[in-house]
């Protein structure tokens, strides 16, 4: 991960603190997380290799490592990654300090690349490029998955937001500055939202289709099929 949102994940929402804004999620949040997850596990089988980037403190990995005996997860928080190692030590899970966009993987390398929970808004970085370098490290027939929220998701979604604020976790909600899918606060912090018309875009901009799913009425997931000899201009 690169860009200000990515230094904002390092330096201030990294390890305890970020792990301390999934626990306090509302039953609503925790069941969209679960589904997210559950959508990503339903297409892993036990011998492929998975890699997910923007790992964080692990909370995905652990679920991950479960299913498959090959997990490894990227970060840009040193701290965050030291606490995934310790939640998602059981079995082959791997974590590593890397960019998303200019990872160290060689190409063909992983059965599923996995980028859940908006990380391709909330990394900041170029989207297109996160895209294609997900692409070029997953094998022919293999599948990249990202995701982002549903747009009748806001209501719950801006309400976490707003509880992590009161704690303290991000910066007071610009209120006036909030609004179609984006979230500003007032320390410089912004997360925004990617629709299914954006993902299909996205895809075909790197020369890619995609299948569009919306699950749990929270998610919207970008799966693509890399088709054999891919080559991503």
């Known amino acids: 991960m690169v860009g200000a949102a990515t230094g904002y994940y390092a330096q201030r ?87 998303a966009v200019q990872t160290a993987f060689k190409s063909n390398c992983f059965d599923m690349t996995v980028c859940i929970q908006n990380g391709i808004s909330a990394f ?29 998701f806001w209501p719950h979604r801006l309400d976490w937001f707003r509880a992590q604020a009161e704690q303290g976790l991000v910066g007071e909600i610009d209120e006036a500055a909030t609004g179609n899918g984006v979230i500003v606060c007032k320390d410089g912090f912004k997360a925004t939202t990617v629709g299914p018309e954006d993902f299909r875009f996205l895809a075909a901009d790197v020369g890619l289709s995609a299948t569009i799913t919306t699950v749990d009425d929270s998610s919207v997931f970008c799966d693509i099929a890399v088709p054999e000899g891919i080559e991503t201009a």
Request: charged share 20%; proline share 2%.
């Open 124 to 152: 900041g970085v170029d989207q297109r490029s996160l895209l294609k370098e997900a692409v070029r490290i997953t094998r022919s027939g293999g599948t990249v998955l990202f995701s982002s929220y549903a747009a009748d």
């Open 13 to 99: 929402l990294a390890a305890e603190r970020l792990r301390t804004v999934y626990a306090i999620a509302s039953p609503r949040i925790r069941q969209y997380l679960n589904a997210e997850i559950h959508f990503v596990l339903e297409r892993i089988q036990p011998d492929d290799r998975v890699l997910e980037l923007g790992c964080g403190y692990g909370r995905v990995l652990a679920r991950l490592a479960s299913a498959t005996k090959r997990v490894f997860g990227i970060d840009t928080s040193l701290a965050s990654l030291q606490l995934a190692g310790r939640i998602a030590g059981a079995g082959y899970c791997r974590v590593a300090l890397m960019n």
